[in-house]
């Protein structure tokens, strides 16, 4: 029985028991449906060794061998991972487009007494769903920018504020970068359509009644690239900018990246990439700084011969109103949060 889904809400809560993703590893990893575990049929390798025989040699050997795989990696899933399902599980299946990897496993489930459905077009229906959500959708409810130089909190106000119930959406987050040179995390970058999806969904959850606050951000959050309509929107929002002096900046930058204060090799790899874009005295002066545990030094340095700089011309081709919230410490953010909360219904454009 095939399941349709034509709008991102039906694959988000879509009251299945599981969501099985019969492709390969690697293409799991790149991008699936939101909570989809994943029960290869066939493998990377042996993907590819039936693409293979498929065009070199013949379509017929090519199913043939596919067919035993497939049996054969069906089975292990079925005493392994589903040996606990009971009788009335219900899972929604799905390959690349709904065809044979997937109607195969189905048939094998069905066999058993599973009442097990087929995504109706596979992995390519989500994406069309992702792709038209970012890209043919407008950004549904009205934007508010959180801005202010490199080191002014905006990502952990953003925390703050949804505990407030302020409607935010959390970039860095989505993307697992903190949008910077120096903003690398542990476990890497989603792929771009993985980082896609992330954001479709959230986008879809939304209420379009309620302001939604971003962190200012350049086009791409690390090797990520934002769809042009929510960078077109963020652009021509409204502001909220939060000043606050270098030192307050340059200590809450240290706490917040402790984990590579920590690590002394990966900030020396860092700074060294900077050196194309400054004098070489500058560069060892920094280098200096993090050898010898003086960060806040060199936070307040890098920010102020690097970051800031471009800051100002980010925001001189930015559009909108911008409303500044003086900040003279980053040591309270709870209550700084509560400031720019009592602002974001004042300045949202609707």
């Not at 909190?153 to 120096?182: C, I, M, P, W, Y």
């Not at 771009?192 to 350049?218: K, N």
């Given at each position: 029985?095939?399941?349709?889904?034509?709008?991102?809400?039906?694959?988000?809560?879509?009251?299945?028991?599981?969501?099985?993703?019969?492709?390969?590893?690697?293409?799991?990893?790149?991008?699936?449906?939101?909570?989809?575990?994943?029960?290869?049929?066939?493998?990377?390798?042996?993907?590819?060794?039936?693409?293979?025989?498929?065009?070199?040699?013949?379509?017929?050997?090519?199913?043939?061998?596919?067919a035993a795989l497939v049996a054969r990696n069906a089975a292990r899933h079925i005493?392994?991972?589903?040996?606990?399902?009971?009788?009335?599980?219900?899972?929604?299946?799905?390959?690349?487009?709904?065809?044979?990897?997937?109607?195969?496993?189905?048939?094998?489930?069905?066999?058993?007494?599973?009442?097990?459905?087929?995504?109706?077009?596979?992995?390519?229906?989500?994406?069309?769903?992702?792709?038209?959500?970012?890209?043919?959708?407008?950004?549904?409810?009205?934007?508010?920018?959180?801005?202010?130089?490199?080191?002014?909190?905006?990502?952990?106000?953003?925390?703050?504020?949804?505990?407030?119930?302020?409607?935010?959406?959390?970039?860095?987050?989505?993307?697992?970068?903190?949008?910077?040179?120096?903003?690398?995390?542990?476990?890497?970058?989603?792929?771009?359509?993985?980082?896609?999806?992330?954001?479709?969904?959230?986008?879809?959850?939304?209420?379009?009644?309620?302001?939604?606050?971003?962190?200012?951000?350049?086009?791409?959050?690390?090797?990520?690239?934002?769809?042009?309509?929510?960078?077109?929107?963020?652009?021509?929002?409204?502001?909220?900018?939060?000043?606050?002096?270098?030192?307050?900046?340059?200590?809450?930058?240290?706490?917040?990246?402790?984990?590579?204060?920590?690590?002394?090799?990966?900030?020396?790899?860092?700074?060294?990439?900077?050196?194309?874009?400054?004098?070489?005295?500058?560069?060892?002066?920094?280098?200096?700084?993090?050898?010898?545990?003086?960060?806040?030094?060199?936070?307040?340095?890098?920010?102020?011969?690097?970051?800031?700089?471009?800051?100002?011309?980010?925001?001189?081709?930015?559009?909108?109103?911008?409303?500044?919230?003086?900040?003279?410490?980053?040591?309270?953010?709870?209550?700084?949060?509560?400031?720019?909360?009592?602002?974001?219904?004042?300045?949202?454009?609707?």
């Amino acid at each position: 029985m095939a399941f349709r889904a034509t709008d991102l809400s039906q694959l988000i809560d879509h009251g299945f028991d599981d969501v099985i993703d019969v492709r390969s590893p690697a293409e799991w990893q790149e991008d699936r449906v939101p909570g989809a575990i994943n029960l290869p049929v066939l493998d990377n390798e042996e993907r590819a060794r039936v693409g293979t025989i498929y065009k070199q040699v013949n379509p017929f050997s090519a199913r043939k061998i596919g067919a035993a795989l497939v049996a054969r990696n069906a089975a292990r899933h079925i005493e392994e991972v589903l040996a606990d399902r009971p009788g009335g599980w219900q899972p929604l299946v799905y390959c690349w487009r709904g065809g044979q990897r997937s109607n195969s496993f189905a048939m094998i489930l069905s066999q058993i007494g599973w009442r097990v459905e087929v995504l109706e077009g596979g992995y390519k229906a989500w994406r069309g769903l992702v792709s038209r959500e970012l890209y043919e959708a407008p950004v549904r409810p009205p934007v508010v920018v959180i801005d202010g130089n490199t080191g002014a909190a905006k990502t952990g106000l953003l925390g703050h504020l949804a505990a407030l119930g302020v409607q935010v959406l959390d970039l860095e987050g989505l993307a697992n970068h903190r949008g910077s040179l120096f903003g690398a995390m542990a476990g890497g970058q989603p792929a771009q359509r993985g980082f896609e999806s992330s954001l479709a969904v959230a986008l879809s959850r939304l209420d379009p009644a309620r302001p939604v606050v971003v962190e200012a951000e350049s086009s791409k959050v690390g090797d990520v690239r934002l769809p042009p309509g929510l960078w077109k929107a963020m652009r021509s929002a409204p502001r909220i900018e939060v000043s606050a002096p270098l030192p307050a900046r340059a200590a809450y930058l240290v706490r917040a990246y402790r984990d590579l204060v920590e690590d002394a090799e990966r900030l020396g790899q860092i700074i060294e990439l900077l050196r194309p874009l400054h004098p070489a005295k500058l560069i060892e002066d920094w280098h200096g700084m993090a050898a010898s545990g003086r960060y806040e030094e060199l936070a307040a340095g890098l920010m102020e011969r690097h970051y800031d700089p471009r800051y100002v011309k980010h925001r001189e081709r930015s559009g909108g109103t911008r409303e500044v919230v003086e900040a003279e410490t980053l040591d309270d953010l709870p209550a700084l949060a509560a400031r720019i909360a009592e602002r974001v219904e004042h300045v949202a454009v609707r």
